[in-house]
């Protein structure tokens, strides 16, 4: 595989996600994008081998280890989508439509080539079953004037030109009278009384919005010490101490065995609990 002109980024495939989910079409997107999430998945799953090489048991290695399961994840669903737009426009090609192909990466150009022709022959599959010859047409070729003899020579069966328009110009005339409208029996305008004072909206009422609720493979923290940049598995993360964070169980487990963090409001955390301190979150 030649290497990519510029490396992905977790983000940039989390926007290309996105904007594939959104769109009914296919998304602009670079050339190399599928050599670019492959570069993108090896390199995260190198960062991970690292980490697990330093310490297996460590929140970083956790985080690596998420991120690179996310990227997984991700990817295989932009393929599907991509994928499923590139037939669809193969269908509609080979259904007679003219359908733009600027989009389509290279090896979605090949794809897209390869279902026109599959495409094609299926929908001539009754054609071919009833022995019909299909006819090539020729509606990009010049069109062929005829001579001048055939020209002066009359048509025999059509109409002539003064078969089809008419002999007489004269405007056609309305018998019916134009009736002229009385103003006689238009009723009077009635009093207008004074319009009632408008009465005075009630006051509004604020409503405090609920606190929304931590999901519950997530676990609340209380930081007890300054801890070194980390990576999670959708951001990173630079926290301090007394600082007060919603974590993946498997993260917070790491912290709190570590004594780094105490859970905050460990009630909502759910039943099972794979943390190794059950007594600490659950």
């Keep these: 595989m030649s290497p990519v002109v510029?490396?992905?980024?977790?983000?940039?495939?989390?926007?290309?996600?996105r904007?594939?989910?959104?769109?009914?079409?296919?998304t602009p997107c670079r050339a190399d994008l599928y050599k670019a999430i492959a570069d993108l998945l090896n390199r995260l799953r190198q960062d991970y081998d690292r980490q697990i090489a330093i310490d297996p048991d460590s929140v970083m290695s956790e985080g690596a280890n998420l991120r690179r399961k996310n990227a997984d994840s991700i990817s295989k669903v932009i393929i599907s989508l991509r994928t499923k737009k590139v037939c669809n426009k193969?269908?509609?090609?080979?259904?007679?439509?003219n359908e733009q192909l600027d989009t389509l990466t290279?090896?979605?150009?090949?794809?897209?080539?390869?279902?026109?022709?599959?495409a094609r022959r299926h929908m001539s599959t009754v054609d071919r079953l009833r022995g019909k010859k299909t006819i090539d047409t020729h509606i990009d070729e010049p069109m062929v004037t005829p001579v001048e003899d055939e020209i002066s020579e009359p048509i025999v069966g059509e109409?002539?030109?003064?078969d089809?328009?008419?002999?007489?110009?004269?405007?056609?005339?309305?018998?019916?009278?134009i009736m002229e409208e009385s103003f006689d029996d238009i009723p009077e305008p009635e009093d207008i009384s004074p319009q009632q004072p408008a009465e005075e909206p009630e006051p509004l009422v604020e409503v405090k919005?609920?606190?929304?609720?931590?999901?519950?493979?997530?676990?609340?923290?209380?930081v007890l010490e300054d801890l070194p940049p980390f990576v999670g598995p959708d951001r990173d993360y630079e926290l301090r101490k007394e600082d007060i964070v919603t974590l993946p169980a498997q993260m917070a487990a790491a912290l709190i065995n570590s004594n780094k963090a105490v859970a905050v409001n460990p009630s909502h955390r759910s039943s099972s609990c794979p943390l190794g301190t059950r007594d600490n979150l659950c």
């Design 6 to 17: 510029q490396p992905m980024t977790f983000e940039e495939l989390c926007q290309i996600h």
């Design 19 to 26: 904007e594939e989910m959104k769109a009914r079409g296919l």
């Design 90 to 97: 193969a269908i509609l090609s080979a259904d007679g439509g």
């Design 106 to 118: 290279p090896e979605e150009r090949s794809l897209y080539e390869q279902m026109v022709a599959v």
């Design 159 to 162: 109409p002539s030109l003064a």
């Design 164 to 177: 089809i328009l008419p002999m007489d110009d004269q405007p056609e005339m309305f018998d019916d009278p």
């Design 209 to 222: 919005a609920e606190e929304q609720p931590v999901p519950a493979d997530y676990v609340v923290l209380r």
